[in-house]
């Protein structure tokens, strides 16, 4: 894989510019202090479809060509949005059938943002034409390195119910059943009386008196998802067509949006000319500790990457939007940068360069704060710029992994519509729990879809996979019998992609592959907890479980099912052998997987946290997968390893207090050769260039 931004030298370092907001007097000031951080490329024009089409047809490139002109002279590479994320007020006034329609079946209006209906024909023309007159007028700008589409698409408008959506969703439906039929059996209308007998009978999920048809509801959250791609791929091949060479990326948020279907994203984004960009930013009052929510993000971004990926934003300290925004304390600016850069990440972006004066992100932080230059955070912003020019050698380095959590965005949706045996089993934050039980844990993890090739995984987890289709099965089946670890977590593997039961025994998808039946459900009241016979304590959930065909590692000593196997595990025998020759023999002769004979876990409880992390702390290690290196308690490793074998080891110490870790290789942060312990201060970070040694083992 080639640079990722060619445009641009080494790391990528910058953030949203706004100049729109700030006289012109302001902007040579901004290129200036730009060049004193070491900036080399900013996104501009995110929100400027009002200042570059100020009445319908009226395209003006005055200003965006100084600003382009610029940042050019200065040396400052451009990001340059299709700014379609937010059309101007004269817009929807003139197209009002534009403007989003909520779930209660309210019309919202514009003067906030993305006031769009993402399956709107005549939107998507009108954001089609402006992206069309950008790339013709800025294609062979010297300034112009990448291009951006729209801004985090589905953040405020990830569902829209109007009359528009109502008929695209119809051809979606079309398309995927063929007819009205075949409809019905998928949304198992014979239930309630809800029989479809003319398409026009079929309509979003609108307010009804009690649930609505889960099978309407996962439908309509995979059509919403692919409407917002469809308008992506057509600004995308827009570009591609009139500004060949240079790539085009939109921004994700993949720590925080679960409403797109990312996996569905990724090969939209992947590719010659395009890149995976990931927005992230802190929760501060979450039960996942804040470098964990980094780790997630950022090991789903490079996943879907399937390599080096670029963070587009994050933030210099507080953000705006939540009850309390917490600001970083000194060092944690740059600490949160390198975590991101540690697992993939091609340099550091920030929402955004200078805060604003106006507006209701005027509170939120950024590179250039109100406080000026003489402040915390325009230091760090400059030590970061330092950082990241002497992380050059690391670009197109990859970050590995030998475990992977699956995670499927349909089977999380159908999980949430309502009518479920407990409220309390969240997928997605079951899927992070669980990745963070890895992080504490040192062990680095990627993300996969259930249909993914996982021969590379020695072990892979399926913390929360509900809704499973034969193709899954068939691919996890297949992992097991060349050897793989496989744990799956409870409540799962019971239905179909379309939210349909699968046939007994339950889990249907899984029953076998764990040589175990479900009999029963037994979910426990709020704040319940049971205890294992192996001194373990489950929450939320417990099963009435048998194990005709596995091992019972754990039994239930009390709560609802106590006595009856609550950890199984079915060990491969000789029978799920691949025969001699066949392909997957082959693959397990040469892979990475099977150290470990396979073995498929079953966790029918939600294990508390130390449990859990104790648990898959040991499946791991008895699967060979260990640490990316051993440190001691609050600093985090991670590896990143350039296809010739040069390795760099990111040391972060999240605690307040010194510590020693036991590496030797240069800081390419400081140039200081290190022999024997790295002494890292409170907060404070090290990237190692690793000595051969270590790069040949
Ligand atoms: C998102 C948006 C930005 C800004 C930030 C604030 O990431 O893309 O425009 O609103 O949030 O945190």
Redesign the pocket.
């Known amino acids: 894989m080639g640079k990722l931004v060619p445009g641009i030298r080494g790391m990528a370092y910058g953030g949203?510019y706004n100049p729109e907001q700030w006289p012109e007097q302001v902007w040579a000031e901004d290129v200036a202090l730009m060049r004193e951080a070491g900036v080399n490329l900013v996104s501009v024009a995110?929100?400027g479809w009002a200042w570059l089409e100020p009445a319908p047809g009226r395209y003006e490139f005055d200003k965006l060509d100084r600003i382009m002109d610029g940042l050019h002279a200065g040396g400052i590479a451009v990001d340059l949005a299709t700014a379609t994320a937010s059309p101007p007020i004269w817009f929807s006034r003139a197209h009002p059938e534009t403007l989003p329609v909520d779930a209660a079946g309210r019309r919202l209006t514009y003067g906030s943002?993305q006031a769009i209906c993402p399956s709107s024909p005549v939107y998507r023309r009108a954001a089609r034409d402006l992206t069309e007159q950008l790339a013709r007028r800025y294609a062979g700008h010297p300034a112009l390195a990448m291009w951006h589409v729209h801004?985090?698409y589905a953040?405020h408008n990830a569902h829209c119910y109007c009359e528009v959506s109502a008929a695209a969703f119809r051809d979606w439906l079309r398309a995927r059943y063929g007819d009205l039929a075949g409809l019905n059996d998928a949304w198992g209308t014979a239930f309630w009386s809800q029989t479809y007998t003319d398409w026009e009978q079929v309509q979003p999920p609108l307010p009804t008196p009690t649930s609505a048809n889960p099978g309407q509801l996962l439908d309509f959250r995979r059509f919403s998802s692919d409407e917002h791609l469809a308008c992506f791929s057509a600004e995308r091949d827009v570009l591609h067509e009139l500004s060949p060479g240079v790539p085009v990326t939109t921004?994700l948020?993949t720590g925080s949006c679960f409403n797109l279907d990312y996996w569905a994203w990724a090969p939209e984004l992947t590719g010659p000319d395009r890149l995976v960009s990931n927005?992230h930013?802190l929760l501060g009052e979450h039960p996942l500790p804040g470098p964990a929510q980094i780790a997630f993000a950022a090991d789903l971004s490079r996943s879907l990457a399937g390599g080096p990926w670029l963070l587009m934003?994050h933030?210099t300290s507080a953000?705006?939007?939540q009850p309390r925004n917490l600001r970083k304390p000194a060092g944690q600016l740059v600490r949160d940068s390198l975590a991101h850069v540690a697992r993939g990440s091609e340099g550091a972006l920030f929402?955004?360069w200078r805060a604003s004066r106006a507006g209701s992100?005027k509170w939120?932080s950024a590179m250039v704060p109100h406080a000026g230059t003489d402040s915390k955070i325009w230091r760090e912003v400059v030590q970061l710029g330092r950082h990241l020019r002497a992380l050059a050698p690391v670009e197109g380095a990859r970050t590995e992994a030998r475990v992977a959590l699956l995670l499927d965005y349909p089977s999380a949706w159908a999980q949430e519509a309502p009518n479920q045996p407990s409220t309390e089993m969240v997928a997605f934050e079951e899927i992070r729990r669980w990745h963070t039980a890895l992080w504490r844990a040192g062990i680095t993890a990627d993300l996969a879809h259930p249909g993914a090739d996982l021969t590379g995984y020695r072990l892979v987890l399926a913390p929360a996979l509900y809704a499973v289709d034969d193709t899954a099965v068939a691919n996890l089946d297949g992992y097991l019998r060349a050897g793989g670890t496989l744990v799956v977590g409870a409540y799962s593997g019971l239905v179909d992609g379309c939210d349909r039961v699968r046939p007994a025994p339950l889990p249907g998808a899984f029953a076998a592959l764990l040589g175990i039946r479900v009999e029963e459900f037994a979910p426990l009241p709020a704040g319940g907890a049971v205890r294992l016979d192996d001194g373990g304590t489950g929450a939320n959930w417990t099963e009435e479980l048998t194990a005709p065909d596995a091992e019972v590692v754990a039994h239930y000593a009390d709560g609802p099912t106590a006595g009856g196997p609550a950890i199984t595990r079915r060990a491969a025998t000789p029978a799920d052998r691949p025969p001699a020759g066949s392909e997957a023999a082959e693959s397990e002769a040469g892979g990475t997987i099977g150290t470990a004979g396979g073995a498929a876990w079953y966790v029918s409880t939600r294990l508390v946290d130390a449990d859990l992390g104790r648990l898959l702390g040991g499946i791991a290690e008895a699967a060979g997968v260990g640490p990316d290196h051993p440190v001691p308690p609050g600093v985090e490793a991670i590896r990143r390893r350039q296809p010739d074998g040069r390795s760099y080891l990111f040391l972060l110490n999240h605690g307040d207090d010194p510590a020693e870790v036991a590496a030797a290789g240069v800081d390419l942060l400081t140039g200081t050769e290190h022999f024997g312990p790295v002494r890292l201060a409170g907060g404070g970070v090290a990237v190692l260039a690793e000595p051969p040694a270590r790069t040949a083992a």
Request: include cysteine; proline fraction near 0%; hydrophobic fraction near 30%.
């Open positions: 949203d995110v929100f943002r801004n985090e953040c921004n948020m927005d930013y934003e933030s953000v705006n939007w929402f955004q992100e939120h």
